[in-house]
């Protein structure tokens, strides 16, 4: 059931999602790399490509989540939280020992 809710995200939940969207964003350079490789003779050039890419976006996600993370949590507190929607479920922290 897909459901609205108003949040702010703290840094740590910020820095996660913003790498996890850039390593899925780089795979579309990896593909462009490896193809590329391919199409020029250096296969081995546009694999590295291919392999280093997604990671590499994600930590320009990384970064720009760390950089920009001060303007979203004034904003966020401003319009008292985002509107953010989709599929959730409550996770319990786990019992301390």
Not at 6 to 14: I, K
Not at 31 to 58: C, D, H
């Amino acid at each position: 059931m897909k459901r609205t809710f108003r949040s702010q995200l703290d840094f740590q939940s910020a820095i996660k999602v913003s790498a996890i969207l850039g390593f899925g964003s780089g795979f579309l350079p990896g593909f462009i790399f490896l193809f590329g490789g391919i199409n020029s003779g250096e296969a081995v050039q546009g694999m590295l490509g291919f392999i280093f890419a997604p990671f590499l976006s994600a930590l320009g996600g990384l970064a720009t989540a760390a950089i920009g993370f001060p303007f979203y949590y004034w904003y966020a507190n401003k319009i008292a939280g985002q509107k953010i929607s989709g599929k959730f479920a409550e996770v319990m922290p786990e019992p301390k020992d």
